[in-house]
């Protein structure tokens, strides 16, 4: 074994001693095409690293025996918990001339139960296993685990006391229980008494030990719920100036997270997107935040986060940008209106800032006089932002995306009425509708509508669904990639018939999420697609995305400007990209077929 591989995480683990064991103890085993390293259901005697070449995982249960679960390159290592479960559950087979070196099993065993570190590694669960390889890479929690932890990840356990309690029972609790803070209950509500009030108190005020807590307690709250991002919880405890949150859920406090538990946590990281834009308080210092994220996109690509977890967090950010800009633009007193964004904006699946796809639905009964100004003022702020205007003028700036509930539900009914013409558009646009800010339940309203129109009709639902079929898969006649010197168009011919084929699924079985993944899933436990079926279509979708957004961000850094927006160019892929495609591509086709017979199609 050479000093490169012994460098590498989780062999860095290992202390003086267990790396010259690992190396006089490893051999070097040479493996042709097709060779079979590993069986599935088979013992090994070895744990095996990638020195060169390439080892697809194969899952032998599956339909054809072959389905492709994975692929190790150099510096890869496979086989680990073979040895330690007793039998390997999947197929290792060399793809091309491979070199392995060989650990004999008894010696990775010995290694795992002598050195801690590297015996944790393996007994992690993958998603940890990940975490913690991350973590290393950058020094602590990763940007992309910071800006999506949640807050019931740092919460602890509130202590509650009666409000009848004493300054002295709060003393002794705090000691016993090691906290800076305890919760009463009082007049039906919480109150919190925490060290520094009990200081207060006793040196300051002079009160007695046996002051009821009810008497010191402060009784307005700082509160976050379990699912609130806690960059949004710190950020909460900066403007308030106070050291910690009460979790609430449901009337009931759940948790307190500390200000000390929150700052361990981003230990890591003294610079935060998400913490910019929630403390903005100016156009101009949300323009700052926004003009990050393009950084923010490239440190998430060189980190290899994943593209589902790259999606979550910047429409989490586009979210909150759009939020606070239009808490700056539209008077407080109208805010009760919905905006929505819609088109990718809407799914959760944008990357790189998209064009302006939004809407407002108004309250019935709501007045708002200079409604048309406030949205044409909030147009100009999002292109203040980066966010391009929408080609097809989809925006509040334009009437015909505003009203209240009762023209919005007329409009569906209209829309609908027009399949063969621009209303089947406009549907479209409208079932990835998603708020942003104001009442949420405005666009429900809108969206029930929708539902009770559109998904039983079977012919409005052939011709919403109709348009998969408009695009060719890139194969050729014997299933493979076809090569133009100008490249593939990855959306037209790969993620358009995936997301709009998912998106018809869902309108037809009144799904109300809007991302492709959060609609996967629901059609899964609605029982109209096989979990199987359902999984492959979302990593199809990863690829497509991830493949799309490398060329987006190569145009940007000025490289290859000759292709085309959206387009591929398949002999600049890899051996393995290029496969990963092609199965994608065999997916998509698939998926066509059945949504062919499923809405009655033309194929």
Known sequence: MIDQELNQYP??????????????????????????????????????????????????????????????????????????????????RAEQQTLCYLIPAGLFRELCESEVEFGRYFSQRLAEKNQRLAERREGGVTLAGFMLARVDACMREPLIMPEQATVRDAVTALKQHGVDSVLIQHQQHYAIVTKT??????????????????????TELVTARPGDYLFAALTRMTRHKVARVVVMERGVAVGVVELTDVLSFFSSRSYVVGLEIEKADTLETLQLASARLPDLVDTLMAQGVKMRFAMDLLAALNGRLMSKAYEM????????????????????????????????????????????????????????????????????????????????????????????????????ILTDAHAVAGDPGLLESVRDTLFSRCSDDQLLMAHFARPVLQFATPLNLFGSLKKPQHGIDIKKGALFPLVHGVRAMALQCRIRETSTLARLDKLVAAGAMEPGFAEDLGEAMELFSELRLSRQLAKLQGEDETVEDNHIVVQQLSSLERDLLRDALHLVSEFKQRLSRRFHLEY
């Open 197 to 218: 009030d009990l200081l207060t108190a006793l040196v300051m005020s002079n009160q007695s030990p046996d002051t009821r807590l009810a008497e010191v307690a402060e």
């Open 11 to 92: 062999f860095s683990q290992l202390g003086e001693a267990g790396r010259r064991r690992l190396q006089e103890g490893t051999d070097l085993a040479y493996y042709e095409p097709d060779d079979i390293i590993l069986d599935a259901a088979s013992t090994s005697d070895s744990v095996f690293l990638v020195h060169k070449g390439s080892v697809a995982e194969l899952d032998v249960n599956a339909p054809d025996g072959r389905r492709q679960v994975g692929v190790y390159a150099a510096g890869d290592l496979f086989g680990a918990i073979s040895v330690l479960n007793g039998q390997s559950r999947y197929r290792f």
């Open 329 to 428: 633009v539209v008077p407080a007193d109208q805010q009760r209106a919905c905006l929505m964004v819609m088109g990718s904006e809407g799914r959760g699946e944008q990357i790189l800032k998209t064009d302006q796809d939004n809407g407002l639905i108004l309250g019935e009964h709501q007045q708002w006089s200079g409604c048309d100004q406030d949205m044409q003022r909030f147009t100009r702020t999002l292109l203040s932002l980066g966010y391009p205007p929408c080609p097809g003028n989809v925006m509040v700036s334009n009437p015909q995306w505003t009203g209240p509930v009762s023209r919005w539900q007329q409009r569906v009914q209209n829309w609908a009425g027009d399949p063969g013409g621009k209303g089947l558009l406009n549907l479209t």
